[in-house]
């Protein structure tokens, strides 16, 4: 009898932190902690999956790696469907790697790069590399995908009141002075 895979429980977890990566391709080393299991095991996973080769090493898109998430988070038996994924084997990707991010991008409002000067309605990027440009605004987009409400708060101008709110202003003020006059 085959060994219990101890990931299975934990697929939706797995697929969501995939889904929310700002990594390009996983390593064997970054399946071992987002499975958390071992190195054999994560080479054995692996070894199911399509992987590009970079040197020596194989990597896994994260596409590839959400895709077959996918098919186990819809699948009837995750645990079935693996084995039937690992019967197909794996192959090896034979075009040529066009972006490589092999770590996430961990940023916060309050901890945006020096780069970057914000404030109301306007940004301003600081750089003398494309590298740097880069990351200040994968930085930047960390920030507007995680906390968008937040950053609006801060940073978006304030809109104009239209003829009609202030319209309607003007009407609550002479009603407000209407009243305070009201017994005198």
Excluded: C
């Excluded at 790696?65 to 645990?79: I, K």
């Excluded at 309605?121 to 740097?132: A, N, P, R, Y």
Aim: no cysteine; hydrophobic share 40%; net charge negative.
């Amino acid at each position: 009898m085959a060994r219990t895979l101890s990931w299975i429980d934990r697929i939706h977890p797995i697929a969501r932190t995939v889904a929310g990566s700002a990594r390009s391709h996983y390593s064997s080393k970054d399946i071992e902690q987002l499975f958390q299991i071992q190195p054999r095991s994560a080479q054995n996973l692996m070894a199911s999956l399509p992987t590009v080769p970079i040197g020596r090493a194989r990597l896994v898109e994260r596409e590839t790696l959400g895709n077959f998430l996918e098919q186990l988070l819809q699948a009837d038996d995750p645990a079935e469907a693996f084995a039937g994924i690992r019967v197909g084997k794996g192959t090896t990707v034979r075009r040529k790697l066009r972006t490589l991010v092999l770590h996430d991008v961990e940023a916060d409002i309050d901890t945006l790069p020096a780069s970057l000067q914000i404030s109301s309605g306007e940004l301003h990027v600081s750089f003398k590399t494309i590298d740097q440009l880069a990351e200040s605004m994968m930085h930047l987009a960390v920030v507007l995908d995680k906390q968008l409400d937040e950053f609006i708060a801060r940073y978006e101008p304030p809109s104009e009141p239209t003829p009609e709110e202030l319209a309607e202003r003007e009407a609550e003020r002479a009603d407000a002075e209407y009243f305070r006059n009201w017994g005198k």
